[in-house]
């Protein structure tokens, strides 16, 4: 390999470039001000020497840290992450449900959910977001939605939500918690994109307040913390911490980084003395920002006027989520555009929505860029030339059909992907047994071996254990000739599913989910 070709070199020269972030981590580079105090990483970077305590049996001054971020959020207990908040979700699950014990989860849960439900070979139930139609993005869970399922499995051991979700949605996690308690088993809430809402006073109410047992959230996402910088937080009668504390050790790197230590408790700290500040200053640019961006024609903001829809019972307001749905244009080709013309990264495209993250260290310099390029872009689609173009075709998710959810009250209740998909077996039996490779219009009536999802909204449409019907295998269908992402199979082509080798084969069939 060349000197030019290494990682490091690659680095520093896209740290030249004018490219700017309107993705994760939260620092966004910007190594003036307080992230300029920090010192050079390697003169820090030190392992469990005396006096330095040890976080997997934190007696000194990391319990004494910790314990000062729990009083920080109002917890419990905090637990300082070094493996991000995919460490956190998995310690989470293993340490609140049993082996083969069960688990209602939302269905929408970030893949660490659902390792962690393989790991304990657990039972699970879901409970399905709603969607908001136009945007085709999760809305929220409603506590009615996890009340019925925790009627319906009172074996559960444990409720998992993730709010707010990447596109800032938050649900009723205060409604959800109070008839999770009544079962006296944990809410465990993956705030992963939330971790700024406890300082911040114009954001969502923190799970932790509403009441969720387990709050686990990403510092390096939303505030400026190093990437891999994580927290959990426990407030709860319902939590066993013994267990917790264990498995904490077993997915975490017996070497954690001081490193990455001292910077997530430098955030916290920088956080209680100076969050407000900062906080009230970003509150103010963002207002002026999404002032902005609402006067614009063709493409849309998700905005407030999405709470009280779909489930939705509050909006991150630092996620600027741009939806192109009415334009044709397709997420990808906006988050090329922005990239390509104005040199604006985002942090996701979804097939009729763009994603970026702000936070408090983006530069008004940054937010005048992204303000200046959406309005440009806008007045360009809405413009003859490229509106003849484009909006021939129509929102590409407007191509995608409702699928039957639940018959309710003389209409369809719109749970999006909510199917009758049955499962045979659990997630970790179908993992680990025998498999074929099967084309996907002959997968009618097998049992899966893979997560299949269509993305957006990235709600499994299948995960393994679940028998394919032909009405699912029809859908999926559509959904590839219609050019949709359907992903999570090994096949990257989405062509052929793994499925149970021997048809019919589902071990003991009861009921499941
Ligand atoms: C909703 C959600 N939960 C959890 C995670 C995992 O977080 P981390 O990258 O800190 O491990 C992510 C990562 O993007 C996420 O989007």
């Given at each position: 390999m060349k000197r030019q070709d290494l990682l490091v070199e690659r680095l520093k020269k896209y740290r030249e470039s004018e490219m700017y972030p309107f993705h994760m981590p939260g620092h966004k580079r910007q190594v003036e001000g307080f992230l300029g105090d920090f010192p050079n990483p390697f003169s820090i970077d030190l392992t469990e020497i005396?006096?330095?305590?040890?976080?997997?049996?934190?007696?000194?001054?990391?319990?004494?840290?910790?314990?000062?971020?729990?009083?920080?959020?109002?917890?419990?207990?905090?637990?300082?992450?070094?493996n991000g908040s995919s460490g956190g979700i998995l310690s989470a699950i293993c340490g609140s449900v049993r082996s083969k014990g069960r688990m209602i989860m939302a269905r929408n849960c970030?893949?660490?959910?659902?390792?962690?439900?393989?790991?304990?070979?657990?039972?699970?139930?879901?409970?399905?977001?709603?969607?908001?139609?136009?945007?085709?993005?999760?809305?929220?869970i409603s506590a009615k939605d996890v009340e019925e399922s925790l009627k319906r499995f009172p074996d559960a051991q444990a409720v998992f939500l993730v709010s707010p979700t990447y596109e800032g949605v938050v649900s009723d996690v205060a409604s959800i918690?109070?008839?999770?308690?009544?079962?006296?088993?944990?809410?465990?809430?993956?705030?992963?994109?939330?971790?700024?809402?406890?300082?911040?006073?114009?954001?969502?109410?923190?799970?932790?307040?509403?009441?969720?047992?387990?709050v686990i959230q990403s510092l390096h996402k939303t505030l400026p913390s190093f990437t891999q910088t994580a927290i959990l937080h426990v407030k709860s009668k319902f939590v066993d911490l013994e267990r917790l504390e264990w498995y904490l050790q077993v997915f975490q790197s017996s070497s954690p980084s001081y490193?990455?230590?001292?910077?997530?408790?430098?955030?916290?700290?920088?956080?209680e003395e100076h969050g407000k500040e900062y906080f009230k200053k970003f509150t103010q640019r963002l207002e002026r920002l999404r002032k902005s961006l609402s006067g614009m024609k063709v493409l849309k903001l998700l905005d407030e006027s999405a709470v009280g829809t779909s489930g939705v019972y509050g909006l991150d307001q630092s996620k600027i989520v741009v939806s192109c749905y009415e334009t044709g244009v397709g997420g990808a080709?906006?988050?090329?555009?922005?990239?390509?013309?104005?040199?604006?990264?985002?942090?996701?495209?979804?097939?009729?929505?763009?994603v970026m993250i702000t936070t408090i260290l983006d530069t008004q310099e940054g937010l005048c860029r992204l303000e200046n390029a959406l309005l440009e872009i806008d007045q360009e689609i809405a413009g003859n030339r490229l509106q003849?173009?484009?909006?021939?075709?129509?929102?590409?998710?407007?191509?995608?059909?409702?699928?039957?959810?639940?018959?309710?009250?003389?209409?369809?209740?719109?749970?999006?992907?909510?199917?009758?998909?049955?499962?045979?077996?659990?997630?970790?039996?179908?993992f680990e047994a025998k498999w074929e490779r099967v084309p996907v219009a002959a997968c009618a009536g097998r049992i899966s071996c893979e997560f299949i999802y269509l993305y957006p909204p990235g709600v499994?449409?299948?995960?393994?254990?679940?028998?394919?019907?032909?009405?699912?295998?029809?859908?999926?269908?559509?959904?590839?000739?219609?050019?949709?992402?359907?992903?999570?199979?090994?096949?990257?082509?989405?062509?052929?599913?793994?499925?149970?080798?021997?048809?019919?084969?589902?071990?003991?069939?009861?009921?499941?989910?």
């Open positions: 005396d006096g330095f305590d040890n976080l997997h049996h934190a007696e000194g001054i990391l319990r004494e840290s910790m314990d000062w971020a729990a009083n920080v959020y109002g917890a419990d207990k905090s637990y300082y992450l070094v970030h893949k660490s959910t659902y390792h962690g439900v393989i790991l304990k070979n657990m039972e699970v139930s879901y409970v399905y977001p709603q969607i908001l139609e136009k945007l085709w993005i999760n809305g929220g918690a109070s008839v999770v308690h009544e079962r006296k088993i944990p809410l465990i809430v993956d705030e992963a994109h939330g971790a700024h809402f406890f300082i911040g006073e114009d954001f969502p109410v923190s799970a932790l307040k509403c009441g969720a047992d387990i490193v990455l230590m001292a910077g997530m408790e430098e955030c916290i700290f920088e956080m080709k906006l988050g090329d555009w922005l990239r390509e013309k104005y040199g604006l990264e985002v942090e996701m495209c979804g097939i009729d929505y763009v003849r173009k484009w909006r021939m075709g129509e929102g590409i998710t407007k191509k995608m059909k409702w699928n039957e959810g639940e018959e309710k009250e003389g209409g369809m209740k719109k749970t999006g992907y909510k199917r009758n998909t049955k499962a045979e077996l659990t997630l970790a039996e179908a499994p449409i299948i995960v393994p254990g679940e028998r394919m019907d032909d009405e699912i295998i029809r859908q999926i269908c559509e959904y590839k000739e219609k050019g949709l992402l359907v992903q999570g199979m090994e096949d990257k082509r989405a062509e052929v599913i793994k499925v149970c080798a021997e048809k019919g084969n589902a071990g003991d069939t009861k009921e499941r989910n």
